[in-house]
């Protein structure tokens, strides 16, 4: 399980218009922050979209499988 804060939640906006401005890096953690905020099909959407702009990253495939299979979960921090 990955611990989450709450602040994830306030990020995403911040986070949408970096990745909307061409950070790419932004997509990646809006795909963390919405995996904390139990929002698999958006955490996916945008972890996808890392992977196309960053193939080299091949980490992240790993990460989309295991969303996708339900082996990584989401703990949130009180």
Do not use: C, F, W
């Not at 995996?35 to 972890?47: C, I, M, R, S, T």
């Amino acid at each position: 399980m990955i611990p989450i804060p709450r602040e994830r939640a306030d990020a995403v906006p911040h986070l949408d218009k970096a990745a909307r401005g061409g950070i790419v890096e932004a997509h990646y953690a809006l795909g963390i922050a919405y995996l904390g905020l139990g929002d698999a099909p958006n955490a996916v959407k945008q972890l996808e979209r890392y992977r196309t702009l960053r193939p080299e990253d091949t980490s992240v495939a790993g990460l989309i499988e295991g969303i996708r299979s339900g082996k990584v979960r989401v703990r949130r921090q009180p």
